[in-house]
């Protein structure tokens, strides 16, 4: 009897060793052999087409090669990635999502422009890289070259990253319009506004708290009539409790709220 139940046992586990080994080698066949098309989604910065190309997915002809750990791998070495979900649409149709890194800022040094991701990893811009409406950090540091894929986060790039999602939580239309942010190599900071002339004068230190006094003389210069860089020259954030609007004929005074 005992004889009989582990002859029974050993049958049962042989099946479903053999039944699992044949679902590996169906599953691995049909991942190998059966796709015929790839479909991207998620895309934003670069076209589906550039993704193709640097992932080595252009040709139709090498589908028959590839299975879904290979397209998830190359795909997730593009720079602009930070992950990416494969599977099967349907028999023969793959589709890639593609979840692209959160980028901060365009930033500018002595070898070109780089893009700063919101964890201050440092980006190469990619040719017909799109939809980069960021604004632009310069100076960020007082000497040496930027480096591809490093991290930067230094007291200066945190003072900009500060300005900016401040920028953000006080209102859209004044992070919209925020153009450049000087940091001038650890010395005071300027900003510039779009389409405008004047400076805006930073300074260091408690930048959240300047770029909200700040954005209440923004929303009043957006309501003027005309143009404000006609009597402006630039706005002055550097002192306690006060703001300062250097005009064309005299510097004018406004408090500020102390919040």
């Not at 349907?90 to 964890?119: C, H, M, P, W």
């Not at 992070?175 to 805006?200: C, T």
């Not at 954030?237 to 300062?244: A, G, M």
Request: with cysteine.
């Amino acid at each position: 009897m005992k004889a009989k139940s582990k002859l029974t046992g050993i049958l049962i586990f042989t099946a479903l060793l053999l039944g699992t080994v044949y679902l590996s080698v169906c599953s691995e066949k049909e991942e190998k052999n059966n796709i015929e098309k790839i479909e991207i989604i998620g895309n934003h910065f670069l076209s589906k087409q550039e993704y193709f190309n640097f992932a080595r997915l252009n040709k139709i002809s090498d589908y028959k090669f590839l299975s879904l750990p290979i397209i998830k791998s190359r795909l997730q070495k593009h720079p602009y990635v930070s992950k990416v979900e494969v599977k099967f649409k349907d028999a023969n149709t793959v589709v890639v999502s593609l979840a692209e890194r959160k980028f901060e800022a365009i930033l500018l040094g002595e070898s070109g422009q780089y893009l700063l991701t919101n964890d201050f990893i440092v980006i190469p811009v990619f040719p017909f890289t799109k939809n980069l409406d960021l604004p632009v950090i310069e100076n960020a540091l007082p000497e040496g070259k930027l480096r591809a894929l490093a991290e930067l986060k230094n007291e200066d790039t945190k003072a900009a990253f500060r300005i900016i999602e401040a920028a953000k939580m006080v209102g859209n239309d004044l992070y919209q319009n925020i153009s450049d942010v000087d940091l001038r190599k650890g010395k005071e900071i300027v900003l510039m506004m779009r389409g405008r002339d004047f400076q805006v004068i930073l300074g260091r230190g408690n930048e959240a708290s300047k770029m909200v006094y700040f954005s209440k003389i923004w929303n009043k210069l957006s309501k003027v009539d005309q143009p404000v860089d006609s009597f402006i020259n630039y706005v002055d954030l550097r002192y306690d409790k006060l703001i300062y609007l250097g005009t064309t004929n005299l510097a004018t005074e406004e408090k500020g709220d102390k919040g």
